[in-house]
């Protein structure tokens, strides 16, 4: 699959940023659709792409259809065993499935496609929106080894670091991982920032001394200034973290694992989404911990 005609099922912030890069990078985006309508068509008009209004147009546009869907529930809606469906018509095409979801639904898709006599992919991604446009994400996949590798030069334009991981669920194991791990960092520095602030410290000398030293994170890079700053526009949401902290939390749960960090770390999430920040980066989960904000 060297050249294939692309569709994108989701063109929000992440599916839309990925369809211009393929673009961008020659390969012909047939087709595009979304929930809501118009991101979708504005997309199509800026690619020259059609806009579909049903998921089996897509299918029948394109050999291979990339989805990022919201969550389980969408993920399935749009692979639906009856009705209006991705399924349709789908034998002899290719599905890449990048949301992130609970692992027992990237395995379903998968089950599905195969029984329409389609390949599935899970191309789970640990990026974000300018990884996306300029076609450095990271992407973690999981399902047949044969599909992965014939699919691997799309994913190389996606990507500039790719990670076969297992058959299928196990990228999105991986992935809830990343992100756990993430969410708690995050939930860590804006206690760590919230509580310097109260102290009457400086923050630009409190966010160095931690670049030095053990308190040092990714997340610190990206979201420190931010959470000083109250600057949240939005990169990966409160809400996204606080699903994805679920997913990792249930994941513990299903092993019998008791995971005290994830917990306090999802019901903080849970938290800054029932005060209405839902829609903030995650960096705002900061607006919780300092005085005199909003929490």
Do not use: W
Not at 10 to 38: E, F, I, Q, S
Not at 178 to 207: K, Y
Not at 261 to 288: H, I, N, P
């Amino acid at each position: 699959m060297s050249t294939p005609t692309i569709a994108f099922v989701g063109t929000g912030r992440m599916g839309g940023n990925m369809a211009r890069r393929l673009k961008d990078c020659g390969y012909n985006v047939t087709a595009v659709y979304d929930a809501h309508a118009p991101i979708a068509a504005d997309l199509a008009k800026e690619l020259g792409a059609a806009h579909c209004t049903t998921l089996a147009a897509v299918t029948a546009a394109a050999e291979l259809i990339i989805t990022v869907v919201t969550d389980d529930a969408a993920q399935l809606k749009v692979f639906a065993e009856t009705g209006d469906s991705l399924l349709t018509g789908a034998k002899g095409k290719t599905f890449i499935n990048c949301a992130t979801l609970t692992p027992k639904v990237h395995a379903e898709v998968e089950r599905r496609a195969r029984a329409a006599g389609a390949a599935s992919l899970e191309g789970c991604m640990a990026s974000s929106i300018p990884q996306a446009r300029n076609g450095t994400l990271y992407l973690m996949c999981g399902g047949e080894q044969a599909t992965f590798e014939r699919v691997k030069p799309v994913l190389e334009k996606l990507s500039t670091a790719l990670r076969y991981i297992g058959p299928a669920g196990t990228a999105a194991q991986v992935k809830a991982l990343v992100n756990m791990v993430m969410n708690i960092n995050t939930a860590g520095l804006a206690e760590g920032l919230g509580l310097g602030q109260a102290l009457g410290l400086d923050l630009d000398m409190l966010r160095e001394v931690f670049l030095q030293t053990g308190a040092n994170s990714q997340v610190l890079k990206t979201d420190g200034e931010d959470m000083q700053n109250r600057a949240h526009d939005c990169y990966f949401s409160g809400a996204h973290a606080a699903k994805d902290s679920g997913i990792a939390y249930q994941l513990g749960l299903d092993v019998g694992l008791k995971l005290p960090l994830a917990q306090a770390t999802k019901e903080q999430f849970d938290r800054m989404v029932a005060q209405g920040l839902g829609g903030l980066d995650k960096s705002g989960v900061a607006e919780l911990t300092f005085k005199g904000r909003h929490g």
